[in-house]
């Protein structure tokens, strides 16, 4: 649940410092004894940040699939606005009884935006790609249980496993598992190319991308009511709320100006409903490296974080405090945040133990968006009182952080929000940027990733959990709340977000 919290004044001083549009046209339906103006079939959507690029198959950034998936891009199943796993371009399947072989039943006539159709080789090129030795699918790893792919037909992909998944379809409805088109497969980081009900049209790098209903969509049972589409990149928090109140944007599905949510609440003209995200907010260490190579250290920091106080000050007390890598909206979470409480004494006393009683000096990476700014600040000055300096380093994102800290490893500690769903297994991956090394983990979120039996993965994924919060290999923060902002007469977004996304399919004006 997205809640909200206050403090005392004396707390509150922790916090001191931390912290057009184009003209449209309206067409005129002439109706018996009165004309009404037909509903507006054109988007702008904001985005707090511009995508390095537009494949989501070939690099790790979310706002990738915010922009590309399910509007351009489709997978062989797709996961709905409730977390569930749909049918997509697959439109059904079974599955053997030893949970080895997935056999799939694929659409008819659902065509590539270039004219080329989809079909089993399609999908076996797709999944082959993902899966070749030279890949660099953000996602590689979850795939690496397919062990074998056939296309004894057009119309059927028969997937062989090395071991049982109980997560495949919802690994396969991700992002990162779209289907991609042979022929355009190395321009689609500039020039996507899919599937999906738009298509796409323009990139103007630093502003904005456009997008065009495609004309042949395959899926008729999902009527599309946008023709134009436009996501316009504004990474100012202020200017970003001065678009939608000018009329220049039409939506912000992640306002990043919390500070300004309330004031759009109470305003007739928009909806905002506070929803949720998979967005864990986690500051991660460098596990490889001293100081945080010491589990001790890691721990006395987790226990100086106040972390209701941090999310008041980073999100205005919206979000959800967390102590292991995982959601309260996720099935099987566990509420691990009683683990290491907020205790400074006992950060002191702890970092003494483990050789720091003078102090302990290192640099922080932020990237340079607007809740990581805040957080940094805020931790900063929380790490002070346990005799802690930590020196920030502003740093561009994704291009810089990105290779700086996800491909380098050249950091101490930094801060993201891993938005993937149910991506507890990044903490097994060897190598990943946290370093972190730990065969009980790998073990346990490996057997939980195996089993077939709901009841029996949900309890291994507990136990992940546990180790997770016991060894603070990142120190778990929050979960950024979904804070959408849209005008009065659209309808269709989706309130929550069980994966990173702007799917318009159903967006529509109501008048």
Same mark, same amino acid.
């Given at each position: 649940?997205?809640?909200?919290?206050?403090?005392?004044?004396?707390?509150?001083?922790?916090?001191?410092?931390?912290?057009?549009?184009?003209?449209?046209?309206?067409?005129?339906?002439?109706?018996?004894?009165?004309?009404?103006? %037909? !509903?507006?079939?054109?988007?702008?959507?904001?985005?707090?940040?511009?995508?390095?690029?537009?494949?989501?198959?070939?690099?790790?950034?979310? /706002?990738?699939?915010?922009?590309?998936?399910?509007?351009?891009?489709?997978?062989?199943?797709?996961?709905?606005?409730?977390?569930?796993?749909?049918?997509?371009?697959?439109?059904?399947?079974?599955?053997? !009884?030893?949970?080895?072989?997935?056999?799939?039943?694929?659409?008819?006539?659902?065509?590539?935006?270039?004219?080329?159709?989809?079909?089993?080789?399609?999908?076996?090129?797709?999944?082959? %790609?993902?899966?070749?030795?030279? &890949?660099?699918?953000?996602?590689?790893?979850?795939?690496?249980?397919?062990?074998?792919?056939?296309?004894?037909?057009?119309?059927?992909?028969?997937?062989?496993?090395?071991?049982?998944?109980?997560?495949?379809?919802?690994?396969?409805?991700?992002?990162?598992?779209?289907?991609?088109?042979?022929?355009?497969?190395?321009?689609?980081?500039?020039?996507? /190319?899919?599937?999906?009900?738009?298509?796409?049209?323009?990139?103007?790098?630093?502003?904005?991308?456009?997008?065009?209903? &495609?004309?042949?969509?395959?899926?008729?049972?999902?009527?599309?009511?946008?023709?134009?589409?436009?996501?316009?990149?504004?990474?100012?928090?202020?200017?970003?709320?001065? @678009?939608?109140?000018?009329?220049?944007?039409?939506?912000?599905?992640?306002?990043?100006?919390?500070?300004?949510?309330? %004031?759009?609440?109470?305003?007739?003209?928009?909806?905002?409903?506070?929803?949720?995200?998979?967005?864990?907010?986690?500051?991660?260490?460098?596990? @490889?490296?001293?100081?945080?190579?010491?589990?001790?250290?890691?721990?006395?920091?987790?226990?100086?974080?106040?972390?209701?106080?941090?999310?008041?000050?980073?999100?205005?007390?919206?979000?959800?405090?967390?102590?292991?890598?995982?959601?309260?909206?996720?099935?099987?979470?566990?509420?691990?945040?009683? *683990?290491?409480?907020?205790?400074?004494?006992?950060?002191?006393?702890?970092?003494?133990?483990?050789?720091?009683?003078?102090?302990?000096?290192?640099?922080?990476?932020?990237?340079?968006?607007?809740?990581?700014?805040?957080?940094?600040?805020?931790?900063?000055? $929380?790490?002070?009182?346990?005799?802690?300096?930590?020196?920030?380093?502003?740093?561009?994102?994704?291009?810089?952080?990105?290779?700086?800290? $996800?491909?380098?490893?050249?950091?101490?500690?930094?801060?993201?929000?891993?938005?993937?769903?149910?991506?507890?297994?990044?903490?097994?991956?060897?190598?990943?940027?946290?370093?972190?090394?730990?065969?009980?983990?790998?073990?346990?979120?490996?057997?939980?990733?195996?089993?077939?039996?709901?009841?029996?993965?949900?309890?291994?994924?507990?136990?992940?959990?546990?180790?997770?919060?016991?060894? *603070?290999?990142?120190?778990?923060?929050?979960?950024?709340?979904?804070?959408? *902002?849209?005008?009065?007469?659209?309808?269709?977004?989706?309130?929550?977000?069980?994966?990173?996304?702007?799917?318009?399919?159903? /967006?529509?004006?109501?008048?």
């Amino acid at each position: 649940m997205v809640t909200r919290t206050r403090f005392s004044r004396p707390r509150r001083r922790l916090l001191a410092g931390a912290a057009a549009g184009a003209a449209l046209a309206v067409a005129m339906l002439e109706l018996p004894g009165r004309a009404e103006a %037909a !509903p507006r079939t054109d988007l702008v959507v904001g985005m707090p940040v511009e995508p390095p690029g537009l494949d989501p198959t070939s690099a790790a950034p979310t /706002v990738i699939g915010q922009v590309v998936w399910q509007n351009v891009f489709q997978g062989l199943t797709r996961v709905d606005r409730d977390g569930k796993v749909q049918p997509q371009l697959a439109r059904s399947w079974t599955v053997s !009884p030893d949970g080895l072989t997935y056999t799939f039943a694929l659409q008819q006539g659902a065509k590539f935006h270039n004219g080329e159709p989809f079909t089993a080789e399609t999908a076996k090129f797709s999944l082959d %790609a993902i899966r070749a030795p030279g &890949s660099v699918n953000p996602q590689k790893a979850l795939y690496a249980v397919i062990a074998d792919v056939k296309a004894p037909d057009p119309q059927t992909l028969v997937l062989t496993l090395s071991k049982p998944s109980g997560n495949l379809l919802f690994w396969l409805g991700l992002p990162a598992a779209v289907m991609v088109e042979p022929k355009s497969r190395e321009g689609l980081k500039s020039q996507p /190319v899919g599937t999906g009900p738009f298509r796409f049209v323009a990139w103007r790098k630093g502003d904005r991308v456009e997008l065009a209903r &495609s004309p042949d969509y395959w899926d008729a049972a999902r009527k599309v009511h946008l023709d134009k589409v436009t996501f316009r990149f504004i990474g100012d928090p202020q200017a970003a709320a001065a @678009a939608l109140r000018a009329g220049d944007v039409d939506a912000y599905p992640l306002l990043p100006a919390p500070e300004l949510y309330g %004031a759009f609440q109470k305003d007739k003209a928009f909806k905002a409903e506070p929803g949720l995200t998979e967005m864990k907010v986690v500051a991660g260490m460098n596990n @490889a490296e001293k100081p945080f190579s010491d589990k001790r250290v890691r721990q006395a920091l987790m226990m100086a974080v106040d972390r209701k106080l941090l999310i008041e000050g980073a999100y205005s007390g919206y979000g959800a405090p967390i102590g292991s890598h995982y959601t309260p909206n996720d099935p099987g979470y566990k509420d691990l945040t009683g *683990v290491y409480p907020y205790d400074p004494a006992k950060a002191k006393a702890l970092l003494a133990e483990a050789g720091y009683a003078k102090g302990l000096t290192f640099t922080f990476k932020s990237p340079q968006m607007a809740y990581a700014t805040r957080t940094a600040e805020i931790l900063q000055a $929380m790490f002070s009182e346990v005799g802690v300096t930590m020196t920030i380093v502003p740093t561009e994102f994704p291009a810089k952080w990105v290779q700086e800290v $996800m491909r380098d490893r050249s950091f101490d500690m930094t801060v993201i929000a891993h938005a993937e769903p149910m991506d507890i297994g990044i903490y097994a991956n060897d190598p990943y940027y946290f370093g972190y090394k730990n065969p009980a983990f790998n073990d346990v979120v490996t057997r939980a990733a195996q089993a077939t039996d709901e009841a029996a993965r949900l309890k291994l994924y507990g136990e992940a959990q546990t180790i997770l919060a016991e060894d *603070v290999p990142a120190l778990f923060l929050f979960v950024l709340p979904k804070l959408s *902002v849209w005008r009065a007469k659209l309808t269709g977004f989706w309130k929550n977000e069980p994966v990173p996304s702007n799917d318009l399919t159903e /967006v529509r004006w109501t008048e």
